[in-house]
Structure formats: C-alpha cells, structure tokens
C-alpha cells in the first residue's frame, strides 16, 4: 500500500506539518504540528492546528500517532491540543532525555520536571519499526541539529527528515544549539542520502530564497545532484567548515526560548502559579 501525504505550511514560523495515512477512513499519524503563537501578547492559539483537524475529519482518518521529528526551537508543537480534539499518541526520539536534561538546567524547571521523556506517550529507538495503519514505518536516528533528531521513513519511499536537510537551494540544518555537532549532521544527511534516488525527501522547514516560493518536497537523486552544502563530493571537512562558519554569523530563532520550553514537555503548557496563570521563562545570558 502507498502512502497518501498532506502538507500544511505555517509562513510565521517556516514550518511544514504533514499528515501520512493510507486513504479516506484509514489511520493517519500527524508530523510536527504548530501551535501559533504571539511572542508580543504571549497569547496562543490554534489557526494551524485547526486546518490540520478539518482536513483529518473531513478524510476521516483516525490519528494514531503525534510524530515530532525533534524537540523545536522553532515553533510551539501542537500535539497535546491534536490529541485531546482527536487522539493519538504523542512520540519522540528517546535521546529527548538528554535534551530535557539540558534545558532543565538552563530554565531551572520545577523539581518535579522529569528527566525521563515520560511527558511523551512513546519514546522511539534508532530503527525502530512501527505502523500508521496498513503502513509499514520505522524510524532513523538523524542527530546533528540536535541530539535527539529522528527521520520517519514511511513504506521504504516517503522520509520525513525533521531538521538534516533543507530544499537543495538553502542546504542544512544549523548544528550551533546544545548538543548540536555538525560532523554528526553529516553522518545523518549521508543515511539519508544513501537512501535510493527516487526516495521521496520531506522538509521540515522550507526558509526559500525571495526569488521562489516555499516548496518542501524533493527526492534523494535531487538532493546527491544540488544541495548546495550536501551534494555529492563535498566531504565531511568541508561541510563541516561551512556549516560551522556559517552558523557563527546566525542568530537565535525568534521562538527559541518559548519554543524548547514547551516542547520538551511534550508540547504541554508549564504548570500554573498559584494565580492560576502559565509563566514562561526568559534565562538572561545562559544561551
Ligand atoms: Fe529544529
């Protein structure tokens, strides 16, 4: 059976959420949904997840995963809110630990913040296999960007790559946050570009440049043949000076801050303060 894939692109935040599944009536498993958020309000709100929800109800699929490639530092996940109006179990790569571990420290989270990724529903494994319905799925360990990165390779054709590769044009995931590496990054593009040509290769984010509209879907041959970091014959070395330079020149995400709070507890909301209001937190020189 072949998968039918929906894209949803969010323009505020770059990201594309996708939703995988085998045909009307099947069951789907959601990727990296987006909850908008207002960094000047600091109101939240569920334009983007909504959209995704009509389309799940109006193909009546039943969610049966909420997939998050990587903690973001991006965008606010949507999971929690997708999982109470339509079920679903919220996974992750196990190493979100580590990650968790590290931005416990730098947010100095409440005691009671677990290191354990318990605040997911299923913690995934390098090579793990798994089905969305009738599809057969497993999942790749692609760290680099962060530690914890995983790729969902679905029926050995569509790869969902999380934050490794970007269009051919704009090349690579930064390697600069905690835990990043960008030797790592190259081990992981490599898997993916050892992959066969025609595998079909979906973007997490697409950040086009002005002369093209955004687009997020391409193929390995296409990638081995023009990424502008990663084609073939550029070597570890090189990418990694690149990258590495490159990265220096960069600065933070806009969301980054709000975005890894939350995401690291699963897409979850922090705990109310004894006025009953959700408080976020702003490390001053720790990042
Ligand atoms: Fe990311």
Redesign the pocket.
């Known amino acids: 059976m072949d998968a039918k894939v929906q894209s949803f692109f969010d323009p505020a935040t770059s990201t594309v959420t996708y939703v995988i599944h085998g045909g009307r009536g099947s069951q789907c498993a959601i990727v990296d949904s987006v909850l908008d958020y207002d960094f000047r309000s600091g109101h939240t709100s569920t334009t983007s997840a909504d959209a995704v929800i009509a389309y799940v109800r109006a193909e009546q699929l039943s969610v049966q995963w909420l997939l998050e490639t990587?903690a973001?530092?991006?965008h606010l996940s949507a999971a929690p809110y997708l999982q109470q109006q339509l079920g679903g179990v919220i996974a992750i790569g196990e190493d979100i630990r580590g990650v968790q571990g590290v931005f416990k420290k730098i947010f100095n989270l409440e005691p009671e913040f677990c290191l354990d990724g318990s605040q997911f529903g299923h913690l995934f494994k390098d090579g793990e296999r798994f089905r969305i319905g009738e599809l057969n799925a497993r999942v790749l360990h692609v760290p680099g960007?962060?530690p914890a990165d995983m790729a969902y390779v679905v029926e050995e054709k569509h790869v969902f790559v999380?934050?490794t590769l970007f269009m051919p044009d704009v090349g690579s995931?930064r390697c600069d946050f905690p835990g990043g590496n960008a030797h790592t990054l190259y081990h992981s593009t490599r898997k993916l570009l050892d992959m066969p040509d025609d595998t079909i290769l979906y973007m997490?984010?697409d950040y086009p440049p002005v002369a093209r509209e955004a687009s997020w879907i391409t193929t390995v041959a296409e990638q081995r043949a023009r990424n502008i970091h990663l084609h073939d014959g550029i070597s570890e070395d090189e990418f990694v000076a690149m990258r590495t330079a490159r990265d220096a020149t960069l600065a933070m995400p806009n969301l980054i801050l709000p975005a890894i709070q939350i995401n690291i507890r699963a897409g979850h909301l922090p705990p109310s303060e004894d006025n009953g209001t959700r408080y976020l937190k702003i490390p001053l020189n720790a990042l």
Do not use: L, N
């Open positions: 990587h973001h530092a991006d960007h962060t999380g934050d995931a997490c984010h």
